[in-house]
């Protein structure tokens, strides 16, 4: 595949050591401000022969970045976080563009095996009210948005599954949480790349699940793979769509 990086932070040089490594050609490297980028924005000249653009950038830049690709009838990969209140408008722009893009809070195939066992813990612990669920995240200094997309992707598996907790509060509680509030809390510092933990606790013992991602390579690898899946195909995806098809499996 011939792909055009959008967005070159930490993510991007990721994706862009991942292409190369499975054989790809990077097309262009777009950002409009990193150093190392070869344009500034995805134009008509850039497009032309581009099989997919991979997107890590900036939740503003989404649904600009969007419209872009169904003007130029581009398929895509987006891994940036922190617009999904959007997702309607996101709809309409692949639709009506004809375009095929896959989205996600995380792309790496060991985060989507810890969603399963979230899901499964959750309906296992289901009939024991004695179990209460709560959880956290921690990622490096860097990151612009909170609570991370993973975090809201395991909380909704969580609230889907859980027969009590039908409520997610991410923000700082300055009381006691209510029967049916999942409280999922979020810690920023150091480079730590991303680490997700739900626990299971009564007063007898407690159960961690625990996701760490050791560098961003698992996801980096994940959006390349899931960019590889979306050739030829249209409408709009959920990362648990594609690895649905690599774990064969139906997504929690
Ligand atoms: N789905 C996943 O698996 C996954 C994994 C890791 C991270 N993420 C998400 O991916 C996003 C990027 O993460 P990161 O760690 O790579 O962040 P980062 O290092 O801050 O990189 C984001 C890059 O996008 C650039 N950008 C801003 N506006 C843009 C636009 N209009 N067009 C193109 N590029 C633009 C930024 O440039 P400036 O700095 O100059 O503004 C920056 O270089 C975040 O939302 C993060 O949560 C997702």
Partial sequence: MNVAIVGYGGMGLEVERVLRARGHE???????????????????????????????????????????????????????????????????IVTDGGIGLVYGSNFSIGAHIFFALVAAATELSNPFAE??????????????????????????????????????????????PGPEELHFASVRGGDVPGIHTVLLD????????THSARN???????????AEWVQGKKGLFEAADFIQDVLGRKKP
């Fill in 202 to 209: 009564s007063a007898f013992d407690t159960i961690e699940l």
């Fill in 131 to 176: 179990y209460d669920i709560l959880g956290w995240e921690v990622h490096h200094k860097r990151k612009k948005d909170s609570p991370s997309g993973t975090a809201l992707s395991i909380a909704k598996i969580i609230t889907a599954g859980h027969a009590r907790k039908k409520k997610v509060v991410t923000e700082k509680l300055d009381r006691a």
């Fill in 26 to 92: 990077v097309a262009a490297r777009i950002d409009p401000a990193a150093p190392g980028a070869d344009a500034r924005s995805l134009t008509e000249e850039i497009a032309r022969g581009v099989d997919a653009a991979i997107e890590f950038s900036l939740a503003d830049a989404v649904l600009e970045n969007a419209r872009v690709y169904a003007r130029l009838g581009v398929n895509a990969v987006v891994g940036t976080t922190g617009w999904y209140g959007k997702l309607d408008q996101m709809k309409s």
């Fill in 216 to 226: 961003r390579g698992g996801m980096a690898a994940g959006a390349v793979r899931a």
